[in-house]
């Protein structure tokens, strides 16, 4: 029972991330269209947080 929270988290973290890293891309394209594209790097240090997170909580509650 456990582990299938494990895996829950693991996905609902990387649907997460994986919305915050389109979100930067989407603002990149719009930028470089009015001429000013910055790749932010705060945003995709916290997906990748989140996604660590998450594949944490898989291996813990898998008992790996």
């Known amino acids: 029972m ?3 929270w494990g895996v ?3 996905w ?3 649907i997460i991330a994986g919305l ?3 979100w930067e891309v989407w603002g990149y394209v719009y930028d470089a269209e ?3 594209p910055i790749i932010r790097i705060a945003p995709l240090l ?3 947080a989140i996604w ?3 594949w944490a909580c898989r291996y813990m509650f ?3």
């Open 2 to 4: 456990t582990a299938s």
């Open 46 to 48: 916290l997906a990748a």
């Open 62 to 64: 898998a008992g790996r």
């Open 34 to 36: 009015r001429g000013e």
């Open 20 to 22: 915050i890293v389109v």
């Open 52 to 54: 660590l997170v998450g």
């Open 12 to 14: 609902t973290a990387t």
């Open 8 to 10: 829950f988290l693991f």
